[in-house]
């Protein structure tokens, strides 16, 4: 079947915007991962749903961000007041029913923030 | 903490040569899993090989071997027989069993022709 998607792949917006980053998984898994990539860096976790819920949002940098996952498949990284240093690409990545199961990756959006 | 460290930005290898992509960690943990991914221009991250720290064996797949010394906390790329398609960033993870991943910086990967 298709693999990760995500849309947009790139977004512009103006400091202090909210923005929506939307993640289509494959089909029938169960656990969505996203991270975040700055220039140079590795990804860099953000938030990890089993299903529905968040399993563990540790990686998510402030109350700005939120993610959410109602249907346990699409799911949408939410950004307010966006600054110039959320400017990244936002990766998705889902897997069959998380723990060491491969993770499989979207293209990412890029987010730059003027 | 976790930490991966890639102390290698970039390499390069001439087409149908063997190059080593360098990777260390740190953890207090014994059970844990250990994975490359290849990130080509298109930004899709593939996991190109893992190993599950329990295992002594070294993981291998096709052209692509790993060296794992776990008493040195060293988990390095062996990449035989270069070719032009393995271009691309490649970043070395750690994963505990609590499901989350901590990436390197990542070694940028050229084969010359």
């Known amino acids: 079947g298709a693999g990760v998607s995500q849309t947009p792949s790139n977004k512009v917006t103006e400091k202090g915007k909210y923005v929506e980053l939307r993640c289509d998984p494959i089909s029938g898994h169960t656990a969505l991962y996203w991270y975040r990539q700055s220039l140079g860096q590795g990804p860099e976790f953000l938030i990890y749903f089993q299903g529905t819920g968040a399993a563990d949002d540790s990686g998510l940098p402030n109350d700005r961000f939120f993610a959410v996952r109602p249907e346990g498949s699409v799911s949408t990284l939410k950004i307010q007041r966006t600054e110039r240093g959320d400017s990244a690409v936002y990766l998705c990545?889902?897997?069959?029913?998380?723990?060491?199961?491969?993770?499989?990756f979207g293209p990412g959006t890029r987010l730059l923030v003027l | 903490a976790q930490t991966v460290t890639q102390s290698q930005p970039e390499m390069s290898v001439q087409e149908a040569e063997t190059v080593t992509l360098s990777c260390t960690y740190d953890t207090s943990e014994n059970n844990y899993y250990l994975f490359w991914y290849k990130q080509p221009p298109s930004r899709q991250m593939i996991l190109v090989i893992r190993q599950e720290a329990y295992k002594q064996q070294n993981a291998t797949e096709n052209r692509f071997s790993v060296n794992f010394q776990k008493a040195a906390k060293s988990f390095s790329l062996k990449i035989s027989d270069s070719q032009l398609g393995d271009t691309a960033m490649y970043f070395c993870?750690?994963?505990?069993?609590?499901?989350?991943?901590?990436f390197g910086t990542g070694t940028s990967l050229t084969v010359i022709p």
């Open positions: 993870a750690f994963m505990r069993t609590g499901n989350q991943f901590y």
């Open positions: 990545a889902s897997s069959l029913s998380g723990g060491i199961e491969t993770q499989y």
